[in-house]
């Protein structure tokens, strides 16, 4: 076996960082096949540990008599903020479900949260130099570059359902009644079905007729009831608090579950949420390992500054 080609400055601060923080041989050569250095074998991390092992002695004491407790503390803070922004990131990558969406009075699609404000944080642009995966970063890139299709293409459905004739007569019949009424269901519909199940809507069959047939489903708050009980007589008091109410038309639940469309929004949901399984696993261990303080930027304190 010909000798291997010697390390560069790069590949060479990855394998102490990763030495410093206690890693096997073997872990920091698993850890480097997620890097863009080269393949390296047993003995290669053998020789590196020798050449650290050596090093470390001879720093370790003029380390300690140079560290500045205030250049530490600012450390400190940095990684601090740096695993902060991690986990609003990691929160952040979450792919709304299908009925989990509606359009606002104005025709713009409506999310139940708020997204990518992570971005706009000053130390973003330092988590690449934190967290050099090149996997998890692809991964990142390609839920970024997908999520706008998604949110298009649901856009285009709901707004499809809604100029539905079917559903804009039953909205002139039933005029104090919100337009989410009937699409809702539609799209929970979608929804189970990306979700690899059957729409449990079109589970619910009129028990005297054993027919699917449309209905309307009212659901309480939960604990909205009150039992109380008299010394003169006993009283039952029901208090319902409602929580929501949705139309079920079947006929327009089946149609769209079988349109053109449903069929690439559910495989852009299933793109997405594989993606974000693969996001958060990384970052789940990145944080568990804290793998962002073996790595500096170029905002970590302590770096010197190039004359401008």
């Given at each position: 076996?010909?000798k291997?080609?010697?390390p560069s400055?790069e590949?060479l601060?990855?394998i102490f960082?990763?030495f ?7 872990e920091?050569?698993?850890e ?5 250095f080269p393949?390296r074998?047993p003995?290669?991390?053998r020789?590196r540990r020798?050449e650290f ?5 001879i ?11 205030t ?16 986990e609003?990131?990691?929160d952040?990558?979450k792919?709304p ?8 009075l104005?025709?713009n699609l409506?999310?139940?949260f708020?997204?990518h404000?992570y971005q ?5 642009k ?5 967290l050099?995966r090149?996997?998890?970063w692809?991964n990142?890139?390609?839920w970024?570059?997908?999520i706008p299709?998604y949110f ?9 359902i809604t100029?539905?004739d079917?559903v ?12 989410n009424?009937?699409?809702?269901p ?8 990306a ?5 449990e809507l079109?589970?619910e ?5 054993g027919?699917l ?8 708050i939960?604990g909205?009831?009150k039992f109380i ?6 009283q ?10 949705i ?25 997405l949420?594989?993606?974000e ?7 789940d261990?990145?944080?568990a390992r804290?793998?962002?303080i073996?790595?500096?930027?170029i905002?970590?304190?302590?770096q ?5």
């Amino acid at each position: 076996m010909g000798k291997q080609a010697s390390p560069s400055p790069e590949e060479l601060e990855l394998i102490f960082n990763c030495f410093a923080r206690g890693l096997s041989d073997r872990e920091v050569l698993d850890e480097m096949q997620d890097t863009e250095f080269p393949v390296r074998n047993p003995r290669f991390m053998r020789d590196r540990r020798r050449e650290f092992n050596a090093a470390k002695k001879i720093l370790e004491v003029t380390l300690e008599q140079q560290i500045d407790p205030t250049l530490a503390k600012a450390k400190e803070e940095h990684n601090a903020e740096i695993r902060a922004l991690i986990e609003e990131w990691k929160d952040a990558i979450k792919t709304p479900k299908i009925d989990e969406m509606s359009l606002n009075l104005e025709g713009n699609l409506t999310l139940p949260f708020s997204t990518h404000e992570y971005q706009f944080h000053p130390l973003f642009k330092c988590l690449k130099e934190h967290l050099p995966r090149t996997n998890l970063w692809q991964n990142y890139s390609l839920w970024m570059n997908k999520i706008p299709d998604y949110f298009d293409s649901c856009k285009k459905l709901i707004k499809k359902i809604t100029e539905d004739d079917r559903v804009q007569n039953w909205l002139e019949e039933n005029p104090t009644r919100e337009e989410n009424i009937i699409v809702k269901p539609v799209l929970r519909c979608i929804s189970d079905r990306a979700m690899g199940r059957e729409p449990e809507l079109l589970n619910e069959l009129n028990p005297e007729t054993g027919e699917l047939e449309p209905y309307m489903q009212v659901t309480s708050i939960p604990g909205t009831e009150k039992f109380i009980e008299r010394a003169s007589r006993t009283q039952r008091t029901e208090q319902m608090a409602i929580g929501s109410v949705i139309y079920v038309d079947p006929t327009i639940c089946t149609y769209y579950l079988d349109c053109q469309e449903t069929p690439q929004i559910i495989e852009l949901f299933n793109e997405l949420t594989d993606l974000e399984v693969k996001i958060h696993e990384s970052l789940d261990e990145i944080l568990a390992r804290r793998d962002y303080i073996g790595y500096t930027c170029i905002l970590c304190p302590g770096q010197s500054k190039e004359s401008s």
